[in-house]
């Protein structure tokens, strides 16, 4: 069952800029946090930015300055625009939208595929 639907992952060169998007599959009550996680193979899941309801963000180290995380409150949708990409940043991509206490959710995207080549 497709809970979140990732688009713009691909192929890109060193130094190139991606855009993804997520988006509920079906219409919810808003999250309180929306996040981008990613994996490589061989190593765990990691977890690349955060945006809370309010608009707060957060990113792991090895991204900052380079990507930049967004959202559209009014199907909440989010974004990662990637900007200075590198090889490193090869990996799986994951959305994430967590709703803590009443009609509480943690709905996970299927992952979408980014490719830097050096």
């Known amino acids: 069952q497709v809970q979140m639907m990732e688009y713009g992952g691909g192929l890109v060169q060193a130094g190139g800029s991606l855009r993804l998007a997520c988006a509920p599959a079906?219409?919810?009550?808003?999250?309180?946090?929306m996040a981008w996680y990613r994996q490589a193979p061989g190593k765990q899941r990691e977890m690349v930015a955060t945006?809370?309801?309010?608009?707060?963000?957060n990113y792991v180290d090895s991204v900052k300055g380079r990507f930049t995380i967004s959202k559209y409150n009014g199907n909440f949708t989010v974004y990662l625009e990637m900007n200075e990409l590198q090889p490193e940043d090869t990996a799986t991509y994951y959305c994430?939208?967590?709703?803590?206490?009443?009609?509480?959710?943690?709905?996970w995207g299927q992952g979408i595929q980014v490719t830097v080549s050096s």
């Open positions: 994430n939208a967590v709703r803590d206490g009443v009609l509480r959710f943690n709905l």
């Open positions: 079906k219409q919810i009550v808003p999250p309180n946090v």
């Open positions: 945006i809370t309801s309010s608009g707060d963000t």
